[in-house]
């Protein structure tokens, strides 16, 4: 049985710096797909080890994950490889890319745009997600990426809105309303809630980005840097049984205070998601994984001796059950 040429499939950017809530966005999309299709995602993460791949397979997507740098340094034989592997294993109704926070979207659109995907996907709105109280941060605001994912989208999107201050809102707006071209959506949202309406509004590829070459990677063999922003992504795994202690592992986390937190893991509590920035912690129920693993992304300061700090949250008790919790 010959299978139909797979062609046209709307495809999206889902953009953002760090800690913005990108995955917590594309999971509230894929929870209001259409029932009879089949979505697919490309995650890329800053660091070695795949978190996000793990969170948004529980929302039932077919998921690919390119970890260990930026999508936007390994356009190469990785991205289009796993961009072909995903459409050929998926064949999916939409795909939706979710580049890293550091990680610069010009070159990912180009690759996407041109050769052989060109037929293959029709690439729409590229929606940025913005935290509205970074606006007053210059570590932020004039970092050539931040400033080029913004520049890119269709939509903008200010998230965490619920959080910011009133000022931050109006930094929001002005900035969103003197873009050129202008934005086809500008919003404000809580939790990463996303109108999926606005997947298919036409990309306008008259959006230019500033600085397209201006991020650089640096990698070693057990860390990703981002030399621009000096911030290293450290990642560990651990086998199982290992088991922290919930209460331990969040007092080490507010007190590294580090730009990015994410774990899946076992704790005294039971399987749990952790996700962490600007020092709020989150956390939900998971399935159990095979191991427990952990991604910090932050300063090499805050990272000193964080591998043992981090190895001092485990206990040698079991999770608790359902009925330890009733009793």
């Given at each position: 049985m010959t299978r139909t040429k797979l062609q046209n499939i709307p495809t999206n950017l889902i953009m953002g710096f760090l800690g913005v809530g990108?995955?917590?966005?594309?999971?509230?999309?894929?929870?209001?797909?259409p029932q009879h299709e089949n979505w697919a995602v490309l995650v890329n993460e800053f660091g070695k080890v795949g978190i996000d791949g793990k969170i948004l397979a529980t929302a039932g997507a077919t998921v690919k994950e390119i970890p260990g740098g930026c999508?936007?340094?390994?356009?190469?034989?990785?991205?289009?490889?796993?961009?072909?592997q995903l459409i050929k294993q998926a064949r999916p109704h939409r795909l939706l890319i979710e580049p890293s926070g550091l990680g610069h979207p010009k070159q990912v659109l180009d690759m996407l745009l041109k050769d052989s995907f060109s037929t293959v996907l029709d690439m729409r709105a590229s929606i940025c997600l913005v935290d509205p109280q970074k606006l007053k941060d210059p570590r932020y605001t004039d970092h050539a990426t931040f400033i080029d994912q913004i520049a890119l989208s269709d939509v903008l999107v200010a998230n965490k809105a619920d959080l910011a201050e009133q000022a931050s809102i109006r930094l929001f707006q002005q900035l969103a309303k003197s873009a050129t071209p202008a934005k086809a959506v500008i919003s404000e949202t809580i939790n990463g809630r996303l109108n999926p309406d606005w997947l298919d509004i036409l990309r306008n590829p008259a959006r230019c980005a500033t600085s397209p070459y201006a991020h650089s990677i640096a990698q070693a063999s057990a860390t990703s840097t981002d030399s621009a922003n000096q911030l290293t992504s450290f990642s560990q795994t651990f086998p199982t049984p290992s088991c922290f202690d919930f209460s331990q592992l969040s007092s080490l986390i507010r007190t590294l205070k580090p730009e990015r937190f994410k774990a899946y893991l076992l704790t005294d509590l039971g399987w749990l998601?952790?996700?962490?920035?600007?020092?709020?912690?989150?956390?939900?129920?998971?399935?159990?994984?095979?191991?427990?693993?952990i991604e910090?992304?932050?300063?090499?300061?805050?990272?000193?001796?964080?591998?043992?700090?981090?190895?001092?949250?485990?206990?040698?008790?079991?999770?608790?059950?359902?009925?330890?919790?009733?009793?």
């Open positions: 990108k995955t917590t966005a594309v999971i509230n999309l894929l929870r209001q797909k999508l936007c340094c390994a356009v190469g034989l990785p991205f289009k490889t796993g961009v072909n998601i952790i996700n962490s920035a600007n020092g709020r912690i989150d956390c939900q129920p998971c399935k159990p994984a095979r191991h427990s693993q910090i992304v932050a300063t090499p300061a805050q990272l000193t001796k964080v591998s043992q700090r981090i190895n001092a949250c485990l206990v040698e008790v079991k999770p608790a059950t359902s009925a330890d919790k009733s009793a």
